[in-house]
């Protein structure tokens, strides 16, 4: 799959997005090794501190189903002016999925004219997961 048709999915899943208070829409996209591809949008909450990132929503629908390592890539797309990244705590959920297989998957950050691509690492230095307990 192209990074391209990642971001369509992310972007494809951010219209399906419940924030009636922030009107900032966010649409992700995992994709893992086996080609499968997993999307989420963030859903918010009245309470605002029960709101769902899109990452979040991604990955908790990917374990649900199963998946349990394999993640090579994500896309995460938002309304604003620059390209947007996970917030700290989907950087966290995002690793703990990643950390079970072993990968380092790319993050795709898109903005409406730009994409900029890193690493999962890069967003998470010396990240805490399912080794750091052992």
Same mark, same amino acid.
């Given at each position: 799959?192209?990074?391209?048709? *990642? !971001? ?11 924030? &009636? ?5 966010? =649409? ?14 963030? !859903? ?5 501190? *029960? ?14 189903? =199963? ?11 938002? /309304?604003?002016?620059? &390209? !947007?990244? /996970?917030? =700290? ?15 380092? /998957?790319? !993050?795709?950050?898109?903005? &409406? ?11 998470? &230095?010396?990240?805490? =997961? /399912?080794?750091?307990?052992?």
């Amino acid at each position: 799959m192209s990074d391209d048709d *990642l !971001i369509a999915a992310a972007r494809g899943a951010a219209a399906n997005s419940y924030s &009636p208070y922030s009107n900032f829409a966010v =649409g992700a996209a995992l994709l893992f090794a086996d080609g499968s591809v997993v999307t989420g949008t963030n !859903i918010e909450n009245a309470s605002y501190g *029960l709101a769902l990132c899109a990452e979040t929503v991604a990955v908790s629908k990917a374990m649900a189903d =199963g998946a349990r390592g394999g993640l090579v890539a994500v896309a995460v797309t938002g /309304p604003g002016e620059m &390209p !947007i990244t /996970p917030c =700290g705590r989907c950087r966290q959920v995002l690793n703990e999925l990643a950390q079970l297989g072993g990968t380092d /998957p790319a !993050i795709l950050c898109v903005g &409406p004219d730009e994409v900029r691509r890193t690493t999962l690492a890069a967003l998470l &230095p010396e990240a805490f =997961g /399912p080794a750091s307990l052992v």
